[in-house]
């Protein structure tokens, strides 16, 4: 299904259960899945994970949400707050390599499996532990959602125009960073086992996860005491590297902030002159000037339609394109040669499209083997298989809602 490739993903005949909701633990659980990973969701029997149900429209009463984030994912449907469906998850883990949790912190160790527990039938385990604050310190019993990690990290304080309050990126960015850095984590513990036989805990922050990709603002702050503050669509000091407007309203990106590539577009607006000028001769000096230097750019782009100045800009060697929409990427042809978008077989929707599995591997890529399961679709076959459960012992718990 989607984009089968004859070799089987990196991580085949790795067996993980995911016992997390919504994005952090789930995204984590959907990188491993994408490289072949046998990945057995465990939810809730009356409702499953929440995110079945999330997306600001329901075609065919589905979440569009939901195909993507429970992706080439089992789903076996148990009670974990009654003791025998704890029993039953207890059994699916002893032979299990990863197991993916993004409860908060305690709610294992409540439940009698937390890590030392479970590693006693099943040394080699690694348990990617995703939470807002930590598995550790004083916030780490705290509710954590990514809006509250993003802003501990700094990403949100540094995010927006500067004359308005700090925006947020229209994504979960946090939860999917977070879900990432848990999915490295996997891959780490998984080496190091090879070596030590040994499993471990992959302990991955919301807040320490942004926190990791904020560049170096807490260096900056340390040698110089400059806090880094929001600057709109530009970096400053990087100029020209900025959004432009064109006659037919679409906007432009160009990036032309290294001496050579500077002098390129100067040639192109029929200013060479501007290389020599002061306020521009060097990167230092743009950086000084970059808002009369943009001004000077928007006029000339302003000029022009999009159609022309692109294919212009794009055989000066500068770094230039349009702000995509989904239907921009869809008609893309660099999209289209790369198969970066997929269509997938879906039992509801007939087919659906979504983003590949990346990154992408020579020898052994991933792929979308199939959308979001429908809920408790593998329950049988899994507990059968794993837990030992015959027909009978399925039917009784089922009829008391463990299963």
């Given amino acids: 299904m989607g984009n089968m490739s004859m070799t ?18 789930p995204f984590c659980g959907q990188v491993l899945g994408d490289f072949g990973a046998e990945v057995i969701k465990l939810e809730d029997p009356k409702v499953g994970d929440p995110m079945r149900q999330w997306g600001r429209s329901k075609p065919k009463g589905l979440s569009p949400w939901w195909p993507v984030i429970g992706r080439n994912k089992k789903s076996v449907t148990i009670d ?69 990690g993003e802003a501990m990290g700094g990403l949100r304080h540094i995010t927006g125009e500067p004359d308005r309050p700090p925006a947020r990126a229209g994504i979960s960015i946090g939860d999917s960073l977070s879900g990432l850095n848990a999915a490295l984590g996997v891959m780490m513990a998984l080496h190091a086992r090879q070596r030590t036989g040994k499993g471990q805990v992959v302990d991955a922050a919301i807040y320490e996860s942004v926190l990791t990709v904020m560049e170096n603002l807490i260096t900056e702050y340390d040698l110089t005491g ?29 990036g032309a902030n290294q001496d050579t590539l500077f002098k390129r577009l100067c040639d192109l607006m029929g200013r060479p002159d501007l290389v020599e000028d002061p ?29 022309d100045l692109l294919p212009k800009l794009e055989a000066a060697g500068l770094a230039t394109g349009r702000i995509y929409r989904a239907p921009d990427m869809l ?41 979001g399961p429908m809920l408790g679709e593998h329950t049988d076959a899994v507990l059968a298989e794993l837990a030992g459960l015959d027909a009978e012992a399925l039917a009784d718990l089922r009829a008391r809602s463990v299963i």
């Fill in 279 to 307: 306020r521009y001769r060097d990167h230092a000096a743009r950086g000084a000037h970059q808002a009369e230097l943009d001004a000077r750019i928007a006029a000339w782009t302003a000029d022009q339609d999009i159609e």
């Fill in 331 to 371: 008609d893309d042809p660099q999209f289209q040669a790369r198969q970066s978008i997929v269509t997938v077989p879906h039992p509801v929707f007939g087919q659906v499209k979504m983003q590949n599995a990346f990154p992408r591997l020579t020898e052994t890529p991933g792929a979308v083997r199939w959308p």
């Fill in 8 to 25: 089987e993903g990196p991580l085949s005949g790795l067996r993980v259960i995911e016992m997390g909701s919504l994005i952090a633990g």
């Fill in 226 to 254: 400059y806090i880094r503050e929001r600057s709109g669509a530009v970096l400053p000091g990087i100029a020209p590297s900025n959004v432009y407007p064109t006659r037919s309203g679409e906007l432009v990106l160009i």
């Fill in 80 to 148: 974990l707050r009654t003791e025998e469906g704890r029993d039953i998850a207890r059994a699916l883990i002893a032979k299990a390599d990863v197991v993916v949790e993004n409860f908060r912190p305690g709610t294992l160790e409540k439940w009698g499996m937390g890590y030392e527990a479970l590693a006693k039938t099943n040394p080699g385990l690694i348990m990617a532990r995703v939470s807002g604050f930590g598995q550790t310190g004083p916030y780490s019993k705290r509710a954590g959602y990514a809006l509250v």
